[in-house]
């Protein structure tokens, strides 16, 4: 049975109530508030209307009442610098901006136009040869090992980085059949980085990682240069004799090494002498890095 219609209330009243129903006790709810028991006052839900009324709107603007999902905005709108650029805020951010921007470029052009070490490569006029055995100079042990190695190891490597030439031959006193002692060259251009650092840990440190082995400085040859010696025949026929000149001049390195071994099946039984050696390559080394340059 529908309810009657009711006469129509003054807009700035309420609506009247309909009849007081019985009371309903209420019920368990998941609203923390403001009584965890109950709804908040006015319900989210739709407002109840009188058949026949018009439904009660809030003024323009206000909120919704009793919605416990609406939230007061927690900021307000960012502010912006006027347009006429008149705000004094809204000049330090501009001009901060366009500093960074201006740092950024000019560091950025300053390693474009500056470049890397690369392009600064300190290589003292040297050229790396195809044929590294025909280029160096062993004059002096021509002497002592007078047959000429008829097969000679050679290698060569062109790179942007690192331009090397190498030379390994065989050392042969007269009437010899195999070789009595090995000397092997090797030149290395470095094109993108210093090898400074590098090759003096390498050489002058050379004995703590290399036991029983002589390192001293050699001055006037390159920029640096070490003297790597062993002797392990202790005047027996057995044993080795090892020596190795180390150079760095620029970002150019030169290795000269010398060695021969003496056992009993070896028909050299009388090689030459640690300071003979030494003396060899440094004379040769001087002669060969002369002849490497442009």
């Known amino acids: ?41 006015g319900s989210f839900y739709a407002q109840p209307t009188l058949v026949g009324q018009p439904a009660v709107q809030p003024p323009a603007g206000a909120p919704q009442p009793g919605n416990p ?58 050229s790396s040869p195809a044929d590294m055995c025909s280029s160096a100079d062993y004059a002096s ?30 050392l042969k006193k007269s009437g010899s059949t195999y ?14 980085t210093d090898p400074g650092p590098e090759f003096t840990a390498t050489w002058k440190k050379y004995g703590d990682s290399h036991k029983n082995y002589d390192v001293d400085p050699v001055h006037g040859i390159g920029d640096e240069a070490y003297l790597v010696t062993q002797d392990t025949t202790s005047g027996s026929s057995s044993g080795s004799r ?14 000269m090494s010398y060695s021969a071994y003496l056992s009993s099946y070896d028909q050299d039984k009388d090689p030459p002498v640690i300071s003979e050696v030494t003396d060899w390559l440094k004379t040769d080394a001087k002669a060969t890095l002369r002849q490497l340059k442009d």
């Not at 009657?4 to 923390?32: C, F, H, L, R």
């Not at 009595?180 to 993108?192: N, V």
């Open 1 to 41: 049975m529908s309810t009657p219609p009711q006469s129509p209330q003054p807009a700035d009243q309420p609506p009247q109530q309909p009849a007081q129903q019985p009371a309903i006790p209420s019920q368990p709810t998941a609203y923390p508030y403001p009584n965890p028991q109950s709804p908040p006052p």
């Open 69 to 126: 999902y609406v939230q007061a905005p927690q900021y307000g709108p960012v502010p912006v610098p006027p347009a006429g650029g008149g705000g004094g805020a809204g000049k330090a951010v501009l001009w901060a901006v366009v500093g960074a921007a201006v740092a950024s470029a000019a560091w950025a052009g300053g390693v474009f136009l500056l470049g890397g070490k690369g392009d600064s490569a300190d290589l003292r006029g040297y």
């Open 141 to 170: 042990f021509k002497d002592e090992y007078t047959e000429q190695d008829s097969s000679p190891t050679h290698t060569a490597l062109k790179d942007t980085a690192l331009d090397e030439s190498y030379c390994s031959l065989s």
């Open 179 to 192: 070789a009595d002692a090995y000397l092997s060259m090797t030149l290395d251009m470095h094109k993108k």
């Open 242 to 255: 090892y020596a190795t000149l180390a150079v760095r001049d620029g970002w150019v390195t030169y290795t």
